[in-house]
């Protein structure tokens, strides 16, 4: 453990909630967490991650424009060599969505995981647990509801 | 240097001015003009008065599209067919970003299209003959609504255009709105504000002034809310402002939601000048609502049975399709008129529940402390002493974006679903205050069979979406439900049990 | 000779004999096989079970369609969409008027036309498989719910059909029901349904018996409603009934209303024999409702807040669409889950109102005095008691058509929305407990600055469908509103203006 | 005044709140009211007002059988040459029948008045002063509501 992870809600989005409670989860589970706050540019993702050698980047978007945000980002942390795994979460499509095409386009954007907004943060503790002490396992991707 | 200090009328002026050059609209603002169109228009269009008049609740939704039509229809909707008291116009987010260049191209947009191409109405860009005509076709007072951390030029322009209520305030729309905007900046901005409202005020045009009370909207312990109602409506006092609404969100306790609401009036008045009239409003549960029309009526319901209890001055409604964001006008007359038979039926009825008084001092108590931390963080100073104050974390708001507030506060539901404090980081109160609040969140955690955590926080954040009050650990975890709910998870890695 | 005597076996099997063959599906009702059918059903359908060890209010809607496959996808939709606890199976009119060949057309019509040509399922006609097979295919326990006042071969073939619990009574489905049914035969009627229940139960399946507490469902005094309550409960008790289910209507007005439940439950345990387990039910208002859902959603907003705090052991929910007459089955699962919501919401609160108690000790007091007279008016017989005490007029019902009571005794709200008795006809009730209630009626009067008189019943019967709880002079009487109103009014004739 | 009313709820109907009320407000007004009750035939009705001698006869329907429950009423008051003006009241029909095409159909069976639910009772009561006083006046009908 002790792996440091970045954590922040990517654009112009000010949703603080659900990244307060992913830090306190994902220290109390023992990560070094830096958290970058609200309305965090896709090149201050790019930035602290190098600075902090980082295994993972964490993305949270609620406001509807992530595909926008994220667009680059996969490019961009490529180029400063960071081999970070990446997971994004929260409401990622305006509208009523397909949750599965939603998923894919994410994917296809370089995203190792992806979460909706309803997703406990022991879900993401538990797939970083495992991509960061596992990372030849194959990334996967999946939808985890926590009261359904 | 930031001072809680009135501003002088040369100053006001010549900011005004300036500000007036900022977008062509402005330059209508003119301040003798509008005076004079404020005592054209009939007294029920007075805003204060109908507030501060009443003797039940007054009834206001939350509503604004683009265009002046659309608006226009949209409020006659909302007062004929939803009975509402007060109108609102909620501003759009490129306004709340003083994006006037972005606002008109979606105004224009919006005007070809036909579509919302705007969240609001952008009453900068329609400037001040579009906002007479909007206060001019509708019945009720109107007030504007927004969530902008510099609102000068939109409080120029509209208040010149006939409204007199204007929304928000130097720490609640800022703290909980943005990032990076400096609290001492907006602080000046607002003074500027609150010294226009004056100015009107003073010629006899009393300018409705209301802080947002739900800041962050999550679980925020009304005595931290409160505590910035207060300083908000000090610093709004001292720049003239003479008739204050102080607001407080629904934590969907009742008697901490009633005890919150007196409490919230009573520090009111006695912080505030003799000749400030304070005023209160409670808002529907601003947190997460549940996908479902039918339980968000339920939820509509205990806010409504609430407001009847608390007797609050005003309350701002909300719909049964809050969950699925700006609902249509037909549902927020249908949240209006929900709220509106539940007041009504119990209106009547004296309802005097135990306990009120002593969450009241409790809430009181907190409140003072925040607040003396405040005065002594500017050595009397309330200006100066609010912006260190939250430098500190000797104030603070939980779950605030702001970098200009610590956010190490976390609250949870206590055994009876009241907010409690979970985590303190620095905030200004003693250990005896702390040892109720751990005591209470003990007592939960032993019924729940965990230790006091962040879950706690985690599950509370959600359960009133989910159905319940108190975020108690679910079935999957405890195993006492029937089955269903375990073949669901069999497709989740890393679920609950993993985790644990 | 009506007595409170246990009907004999022999007398018992004689009459249900008889009764089987009064229409073709009575012949396969038969009791031991129907013992034997009971036994083999899953633990999750005994409904006295289900209900007793509950340790929050159950909710049940109400719903009955004509066909079988109808009924069956109703009621899943019911549990699976509305979150029921406790499902219904309402029957249809036809049958309530023991008019089976009219029922029969209706079913064979409805099975043809695919249109639901009955207000109910025909359980009678079904016969005991069809009831089976519903039963089954369903998860949660049923209830038969109807209005029948003999309702015996009903009872015969749903209980032999897998039913395990039977709504109804002589005095509740009489009464309120109908205008010519004889009380005494009635009485006998139900007596010998409750010793076919009691039969049931000592073969130990406990039959759950719901006396049908709201009566006419329009301002009933609590008091009258328990003593009918009781009196039922006894009759059942001799009869071997041992899992009772006493109901409640509610009145709007939360104290009385909570006050009510809790004097139920009490003198329900002191009046019925130990070996008698007592569950309550509180029915969410029954009288006229709002022509708008939003306003509806308000009233069942209230009735869910109210179960909340008194805790019954069940709820029948009421929906949105009240106002039209049967609902959808979406707006049945809605009132459901708005009832739900709020309830959970408020489940975890301790709220304590006070002056509860006081209105229970009144409540308690009037019920025992009418209970008295009917122990006197029988020498100690309380079959022959209550229908003396209802001839005498020493026992009424308010707006009761039936010939076998009076019906003399009016309602009226008071100045708080409790329902007092205006006129008391010749109800045994002490001049004490009357000065109150005039008391009460007459501090009303003075607030509405008018004479008590049957007027306020009037506007009290409409005013929550109006959007109040008290029917206070309306605007046009008492020219205190905006216009409009006046204009509306100028092409009545014979209106307010001219009849006062 | 003084004036016998015949009140009752026609057909198999048992909706007695209204009556009740409006046998309250007839007496206190100074009519004498003999109170059918519900579930009161065509044939009650007709003897009633035939021994009563009887002003008028008001009709309650609240289940919406009235077309039904009526026919016929008019043609056996006439051959007991009773000449009481007849007044109907409640919900006349099924669904969302329009109130005009209502009102209209009752006319024509001989009512000389009809009300819908939301009628106030005081509206009846004026109605009868009126009609008992003035024979002479032409008979209305009308829908008068209470609250809106």
Same mark, same amino acid.
């Given at each position: 453990?002790?792996?440091?992870?970045?954590?922040?809600?990517?654009?112009?989005?000010?949703?603080?909630?659900?990244?307060?409670?992913?830090?306190?989860?994902?220290?109390?589970?023992?990560?070094?967490?830096?958290?970058?706050?609200v309305q965090t540019s896709k090149d201050e993702f790019v930035s602290a991650a190098q600075k902090h050698d980082t295994g993972a980047v964490l993305v949270s978007s609620l406001y509807g424009h992530a595909r926008q945000d994220?667009?680059?980002?996969?490019?961009?942390?490529?180029?400063?060599?960071?081999?970070?795994?990446?997971?994004?979460?929260?409401?990622?499509?305006?509208?009523?969505?397909?949750?599965?095409?939603?998923?894919?386009?994410?994917?296809?954007?370089?995203?190792?995981?992806?979460?909706?907004?309803?997703?406990?943060?022991?879900?993401?503790?538990?797939?970083?647990?495992?991509?960061?002490?596992?990372?030849?396992?194959?990334?996967?991707?999946?939808?985890?509801?926590?009261?359904? | 240097?930031?001072?809680?200090?009135?501003?002088?009328?040369?100053?006001?002026?010549? %900011?005004?001015?300036?500000?007036?050059?900022?977008?062509?609209?402005?330059?209508?603002?003119?301040?003798?003009?509008?005076?004079?169109?404020?005592?054209?228009?009939?007294?029920?269009?007075?805003?204060?008065?109908?507030?501060?008049?009443?003797?039940?609740?007054?009834?206001?939704?939350?509503?604004?599209?683009?265009?002046?039509?659309?608006?226009?229809?949209?409020?006659?909707?909302?007062?004929?067919?939803?009975?509402?008291?007060?109108?609102?116009?909620?501003?759009?987010?490129?306004?709340?970003?003083? *994006?006037? *260049?972005?606002?008109?191209?979606?105004?224009?947009?919006?005007?070809?299209?036909?579509?919302?191409?705007?969240?609001?109405?952008?009453?900068?860009?329609?400037?001040?003959?579009?906002?007479?005509?909007?206060?001019?076709?509708?019945?009720?007072?109107?007030?504007?609504?927004?969530?902008?951390?510099?609102?000068?030029?939109?409080?120029?322009?509209?208040?010149?255009?006939?409204?007199?209520?204007? *929304?928000?305030?130097?720490?609640?729309?800022?703290?909980?709105?943005?990032?990076?905007?400096?609290?001492?900046?907006?602080?000046?901005?607002?003074?500027?504000?609150?010294?226009?409202?004056?100015?009107?005020?003073?010629?006899?045009?009393?300018?409705?002034?209301?802080?947002?009370?739900?800041?962050?909207?999550?679980?925020?312990?009304?005595?931290?809310?409160?505590?910035? +109602?207060?300083?908000?409506?000090?610093?709004?006092?001292?720049?003239?402002?003479?008739?204050?609404?102080?607001?407080?969100?629904?934590? #969907?306790?009742?008697?901490?939601?009633?005890?919150?609401?007196?409490?919230?009036?009573?520090?009111?008045?006695?912080?505030?000048?003799?000749? %400030?009239?304070?005023?209160? %409003?409670?808002?529907?549960? +601003?947190?997460?609502?549940?996908?479902?029309?039918?339980?968000?009526?339920?939820?509509?319901?205990?806010?409504?049975?609430?407001?009847?209890?608390?007797?609050?001055?005003?309350?701002?409604?909300?719909?049964?399709?809050?969950?699925?964001?700006?609902?249509?006008?037909?549902?927020?007359?249908?949240?209006?008129?929900?709220?509106?038979?539940?007041?009504?039926? +119990?209106?009547?009825?004296?309802?005097?529940?135990?306990?009120?008084?002593?969450?009241?001092?409790?809430?009181?108590?907190?409140?003072?402390?925040?607040?003396?931390?405040?005065?002594?963080?500017?050595?009397?100073?309330?200006?100066? #002493?609010?912006?260190?104050?939250?430098?500190? #974390?000797?104030?603070?708001?939980?779950?605030?974006?702001?970098?200009?507030?610590?956010?190490?506060?976390?609250?949870?539901?206590?055994?009876?679903?009241?907010?409690?404090?979970?985590?303190?980081?620095?905030?200004?109160?003693?250990?005896?205050?702390?040892?109720?609040?751990?005591?209470?969140?003990?007592?939960?955690?032993?019924?729940?069979?965990?230790?006091?955590?962040?879950?706690?926080?985690?599950d509370d954040v959600d359960a009133i979406s989910d159905g319940k009050l108190i975020g108690r650990p679910t079935a999957s975890e405890s195993d006492s439900e029937e089955s269903g709910r375990a073949t669901d998870g069999t497709?989740?890695?890393?679920?609950?049990?993993?985790?644990?």
């Open positions: 453990m002790g792996q440091t992870v970045i954590l922040g809600v990517i654009g112009s989005d000010a949703h603080v909630v659900g990244i307060t409670i992913l830090e306190q989860a994902l220290s109390a589970a023992g990560f070094d967490v830096k958290n970058l706050g994220c667009q680059g980002l996969h490019k961009q942390l490529a180029d400063t060599e960071c081999d970070a795994v990446t997971y994004i979460g929260g409401n990622l499509s305006v509208g009523q969505d397909d949750w599965d095409d939603t998923r894919e386009h994410f994917r296809e954007l370089g995203f190792n995981r992806v979460f909706d907004a309803e997703t406990d943060p022991s879900a993401v503790v538990s797939a970083l647990e495992r991509d960061l002490d596992h990372r030849t396992a194959e990334p996967e991707t999946q939808r985890v509801r926590m009261n359904s | 240097m930031l001072r809680d200090e009135r501003i002088p009328d040369e100053e006001l002026i010549e %900011v005004e001015s300036a500000l007036r050059e900022r977008w062509p609209t402005g330059a209508d603002a003119e301040f003798e003009s509008a005076i004079a169109y404020h005592e054209s228009l009939p007294t029920t269009k007075r805003f204060a008065d109908a507030l501060e008049s009443a003797d039940q609740p007054l009834l206001q939704p939350r509503a604004g599209v683009p265009c002046l039509d659309d608006q226009t229809e949209l409020l006659r909707y909302l007062d004929k067919e939803g009975g509402a008291d007060l109108l609102p116009t909620t501003i759009d987010s490129y306004t709340r970003d003083n *994006e006037y *260049e972005k606002a008109q191209r979606g105004l224009e947009e919006a005007r070809e299209s036909g579509e919302d191409t705007l969240n609001g109405f952008p009453a900068v860009n329609h400037g001040v003959e579009a906002c007479r005509e909007l206060v001019e076709a509708v019945d009720a007072p109107i007030e504007v609504r927004h969530g902008t951390p510099d609102a000068r030029l939109l409080a120029i322009i509209t208040l010149a255009g006939g409204f007199q209520s204007f *929304e928000g305030g130097p720490i609640s729309y800022n703290i909980p709105y943005t990032k990076e905007h400096d609290l001492k900046e907006t602080i000046e901005h607002w003074q500027f504000i609150d010294r226009l409202c004056g100015a009107y005020t003073k010629r006899g045009v009393r300018i409705n002034r209301e802080p947002f009370g739900p800041l962050t909207g999550t679980l925020v312990p009304p005595s931290i809310a409160i505590a910035v +109602m207060v300083v908000e409506g000090l610093l709004a006092a001292t720049q003239g402002v003479r008739s204050l609404t102080l607001g407080y969100g629904q934590v #969907g306790n009742v008697v901490q939601d009633v005890a919150a609401l007196r409490a919230l009036r009573e520090l009111g008045e006695e912080y505030l000048p003799n000749d %400030v009239v304070v005023t209160t %409003v409670f808002h529907e549960w +601003m947190g997460g609502f549940p996908p479902d029309e039918a339980r968000a009526n339920g939820v509509i319901g205990l806010g409504g049975a609430t407001a009847a209890l608390a007797q609050p001055d005003k309350v701002i409604t909300k719909s049964p399709q809050e969950f699925q964001g700006v609902p249509t006008q037909e549902a927020n007359a249908a949240g209006l008129r929900t709220t509106r038979q539940l007041i009504d039926m +119990m209106a009547e009825q004296e309802i005097i529940i135990d306990g009120i008084d002593k969450e009241q001092e409790l809430i009181e108590r907190t409140a003072r402390s925040l607040l003396d931390a405040v005065f002594d963080h500017g050595d009397g100073d309330v200006a100066r #002493g609010v912006v260190a104050a939250f430098n500190s #974390g000797a104030l603070d708001v939980p779950f605030a974006p702001s970098d200009s507030a610590k956010a190490d506060v976390l609250p949870a539901r206590d055994d009876d679903g009241r907010v409690r404090i979970l985590q303190w980081g620095d905030l200004a109160v003693d250990q005896e205050i702390r040892d109720i609040h751990d005591a209470r969140l003990d007592e939960r955690a032993r019924t729940e069979g965990r230790s006091r955590s962040f879950r706690m926080v985690a497709d989740t890695i890393g679920g609950e049990g993993d985790a644990d």
